[in-house]
């Protein structure tokens, strides 16, 4: 199982950028997707979850409105889609997938990638 995100990168206050996740080594469309966060000196936490499907997604109060979690199962890929960036959404942000192996679900994660939003 490998996770290669993408998409991070340093904006303005404002604006919008879009991570992707692509994964190989398994059957993507059987995933559950969600993506994280851990700002500095912060504990992660859970921005989005996606089902198998993309029908029922779930967000953190915080950025309810302006992140859209979204995938693409042909394209073994997931996106978070960042609009209305603020300065509190500077963080390190990493796509999990959980895949059920027989009876236990087992998480995997990417590497993370850098989101800093500063004027």
């Known amino acids: 199982v490998q996770l290669v995100e993408s998409g991070g990168g340093l904006v303005q206050p404002g604006g919008s950028l879009r991570l992707s996740c692509t994964a190989s080594?398994?059957?993507?469309?059987?995933?559950?997707m969600s993506w994280y966060r851990q700002g500095p000196g912060k504990e992660r936490e859970l921005v989005a979850h996606?089902?198998?499907?993309?029908?029922?997604?779930n967000y953190a109060d915080s950025v309810k409105g302006r992140f859209t979690i979204s995938r693409d199962n042909a394209k073994n890929t997931g996106y978070l889609q960042l609009d209305s960036l603020k300065p509190e959404d500077t963080a390190a942000y990493y796509c999990r997938i959980d895949i059920l192996q027989g009876s236990r679900w087992i998480d995997y994660w990417g590497q993370g990638t850098q989101v800093t939003v500063s004027s």
């Open positions: 996606i089902g198998t499907a993309g029908d029922s997604t």
């Open positions: 080594g398994f059957a993507f469309s059987s995933c559950v």
